[in-house]
Structure formats: structure tokens, C-alpha cells
Nanobody, 124 residues
């Protein structure tokens, strides 16, 4: 069992930056992939970025060039640095863990554990 807790969201203005954190606790496993998703009320969940087991990352078209994933294995924390935020980025951001795979997926199917999310609000 893993427990994921996001933090770092809040209100910002367009063009500003935020860094989200996802602290992971609980059992340890041999192979992890991580991902960040976001959801706007009334819309489906959208993948933002994911990190493969080797530490490299993949990004959605909307995130590429502005967002960056990183992690600290020591702190068991995954980060999402978001730069040049736009009002369209307003959403609840959630982290997720996929166990046992070398490659992550930019879709929500199959992820084993999820956090509860942190709200990001970007005003123009």
C-alpha cells in the first residue's frame, strides 16, 4: 500500500510559476512510474506528465516546454515544476504511481495509487 499527499497548489496570476510536491509513504517496491494528472470540474482527467522508471519523463502537448517533473528518491517525493502558467491550467492536480512497469503512460488506466489532489488556480 502506498499513500500519496500532494501540496504546493494555490492561486497565482498568469505567467507565474508553481512547484507541486507529491510525498509518497508506505511500502517499498522495486519499480515505479509516477505521473501527474489534472481535472477541471465537468471535464475528464487529463494526463500532464509522467516519469518512467529510469527517471526520464514524458509530457502532454499542453505541458511540454512549460512543465518539468523531477523526484527525490531520498525524500520519496515527486515534483511538478510549472512555469508560465495560463488560466487554462486551472485544475485539481493529482499524482499517481504505477508499479512494476519501466514505461509510464500518459493516460490514467492502470495506475495503482492516487493522491487526493491540490488545487491550482490561475487568474488572467
Amino acid at each position: 500500500q502506498l499513500y500519496l499527499q500532494e501540496s504546493g497548489g494555490g492561486p497565482v496570476q498568469a505567467g507565474e510559476s508553481l512547484k507541486l510536491s507529491c510525498v509518497i509513504s508506505g511500502a517499498t517496491y522495486s519499480k515505479y512510474c509516477y505521473a501527474w494528472f489534472r481535472q477541471i470540474p465537468g471535464k475528464g482527467r487529463e494526463a500532464v506528465a509522467c516519469m518512467h522508471a529510469d527517471g526520464s519523463s514524458s509530457y502532454s502537448d499542453s505541458a511540454r516546454g512549460r512543465f518539468s517533473m523531477s523526484k527525490s528518491d531520498y525524500a520519496r517525493t515527486v515534483y511538478l515544476q510549472m512555469n508560465n502558467l495560463e488560466p487554462e491550467d486551472t485544475a485539481t492536480y493529482t499524482c499517481a504511481v504505477l508499479l512494476g512497469y519501466r514505461r509510464c503512460r500518459l493516460d490514467s488506466s492502470g495506475y495503482d495509487f492516487w493522491g487526493r489532489g491540490t488545487q491550482v488556480s490561475v487568474s488572467s
